[in-house]
């Protein structure tokens, strides 16, 4: 059972960007993003308006934080030296941290941004006013394929996401509140995560627990992100759900289309072919194939059952640290440009985690499941587990 990203996996993700260094023109990469920080370091922060940047050179590690991290920040052991500011406006952030760059001795930076995002209010000067910048992806290209450990901690969360849509479904009845149920769900499945997993479960949470599932009910489900209604369940409601768990910082995602009680000929009917798209979707996947044709499958199964105009969104996305990762799989993603700014074919690749996820929308109902699926050698293995049938989804029977 892994839980937690070991030290040598964050070894080899610095000496990955380092290779990666050492083929381009600059002599430090600079990462403002918070994700890449977390991915490369293992630090991880909530973006606000007080920028936080990475700076990797082939000897060295540094960071520049607002004052309220660095008590955080400075026991990492991957971090050689902590930079820090007061706070935002008055703490000239991006002048820190281009002191921070040439105290490395560095002329020209490869970053993933020039200068933090605007985030909340931010509204600072381009790093390219004080140092040469380059532009580069290089952590958003090496998180399209996991490692084992990261697939670990993915199928991890799968097995507490289920957990929580088992309690979810368990607890919802006629005349209940979707919020008090998602609450009640989330609750059991997080103790019972935490009571399970001890001193293995890396402190990632702040009041609220590691496992979230909820669903939206009623008018709400032809949304594709609806939101929860104020309204007690009725028989025959369809309800979207959603489970998911965080493993050090970790997703899988968990959605069923789900009944209370009931459903009519109508609703089965959309849900068989919600169930075959996803199907379909699934079947495409393999290593080699384009991640445009997973969509395009999807999209030509629906235009021969003359309901494309049913359709809102791609088929999905990869998943892992962050929640969306690109690759997308959408039609529209026919080439890519690569870390190195050559273009290129996106296709499927073992070692890839995707949500497959196409749904239907009718004028008064949503019809969507989500499964989180592995790439592999062979072609696909599906982490979560939830039954996907319809009779399995049925709550609430009396």
Known sequence: MTTRVPEAEFDDRLVAIRDRLAESDADTGVFFGATAIEYLTGFHHIRTERPVCLAVSPDAVSITVPRLEVERVAPNPRIDA????FDYPGGAPIEVVAGMV??????????????????MGYDGPPLSDFLDVESQEWVSRM????????????????????????????????????????????????????DTLGERYAVRTRGGGPVHAGYISGAET????GHTPNERLSAGDALITGATANVDGYYAELERTMFVREYSDEQAYYFELMKEAQEIAIDAIAPGVPVSAIDEAVFSYADEQGITD??????????????HEPPYLDRGWEAHVDEHGEAGDAEIAPGQVYTIEPGLYTETEGYRHSDTVLVTEEGTETLTYFPRDIESNVVARE
């Open 82 to 85: 902590v930079h820090s500011y």
């Open 102 to 119: 040439e105290d490395m001795g560095t002329e020209t930076v490869a970053a993933d941004a020039d200068g933090a995002p605007g985030t």
């Open 143 to 194: 998180r399209w394929e996991k490692s084992a450990v990261e697939v670990d901690l993915v199928r991890e969360s799968a097995r507490w996401a289920n957990l929580g849509h088992r309690y979810l479904a368990d607890y919802t009845d006629v005349g209940a509140h979707p919020v008090t149920v998602s609450q009640q769900a989330s609750t059991d499945a997080s103790r019972a995560m935490l």
């Open 222 to 225: 032809a949304l594709p992100h």
């Open 310 to 323: 049913l359709l809102r969104h791609h088929v999905g996305h990869n998943i892992g640290l962050g929640a």
